[in-house]
């Protein structure tokens, strides 16, 4: 990686994303050359490369997460809405996989939604379910609420089931996230023992992240795509866990 590739690589990661034209711009070359550079960054996982633009691979900005793998996470959030009954009481987790399951929920009737999570909650401002947004700390990138006041409510609050994005699964460390606030308000929720729901596409196996979530109890449930490894699946199954693949 040269050093006008690892300075593209630098304004993608703190933009989120960033235009074709504006790294030109910025990097004052061709835009055919930054087409192949994107294309050389992408080929080796530094970023995704879209049409007219770059994506960072890891952002905590929803909106900028919410385009990657877009139509497997849309895939994902649609069993995850078969699951849910008219009259629920549910949790739903950040997260952009998340965002699509929040997005279909005008689909069901009579719903309460809990969230600490104030882009889910936006989503269903114009719906007819009552909302219910869980106070903390806000993580101003994520949109999330965290800390012991938002661990202090879910403990005070009941729902049917709750549905978690994560960061990363590996059978040496079980559930991973890669935010260490986040992952207390999650471990939170999975101590209550209800029905728990882990929407991931299958990028997110075989990936440890540094903060293990609570590993008992653990998710009842894991929905991801059908490129995820036989070996993994097979894990879970005998860990208890039911695999839905999409």
């Known amino acids: 990686m040269n050093s006008r590739q690892k300075y593209i690589l630098k304004l ?15 990097t004052e070359v061709s835009l055919v050359t930054i087409r192949n550079d994107l294309s050389m960054l992408d080929r080796k996982k530094y970023l995704v490369r879209l049409h007219g633009s770059a994506l960072a691979l890891e952002s905590s900005n929803i909106g900028v997460r919410i385009q990657q793998r877009f139509d497997i996470k849309k895939s994902i959030a649609e069993y995850a809405l078969s699951l849910i009954k008219n009259g629920e009481t549910i949790y739903i987790d950040g997260g952009s996989t998340n965002a699509f399951l929040a997005e279909r929920l005008e689909d069901k009737e009579n719903l309460t939604v809990i969230t600490s999570n104030q882009h889910i909650a936006g989503l269903l401002r114009y719906t007819s379910h009552s909302v ?17 006041l938002t661990r202090a409510d879910i403990q005070q609050v009941h729902f049917h089931k709750a549905f978690l994005g994560i960061d990363g699964w590996h059978p040496t460390t079980g559930f991973t996230s890669n935010d260490m606030m986040r992952c207390d ?9 209800i029905e728990t729901v882990a929407l991931a596409d299958s990028s997110k196996f075989g990936v440890i992240h540094p903060y293990p979530l609570l590993s008992a109890p653990t998710f009842s449930r894991v929905i991801t795509d059908n490129e995820l ?8 199954n005998e860990n208890n866990i039911q695999v839905n693949l999409v």
């Open 12 to 26: 993608v990661n703190e933009r989120g994303r960033i235009s074709v034209n504006e790294l030109a711009q910025f």
């Open 229 to 236: 490894l036989p070996k993994y699946r097979q894990f879970l």
């Open 132 to 148: 219910i947004m869980l106070g903390g700390l806000l993580q101003r990138e994520s949109e999330s609420l965290v800390g012991p």
């Open 185 to 193: 308000v999650n471990s939170t929720i999975l101590a209550k023992n």
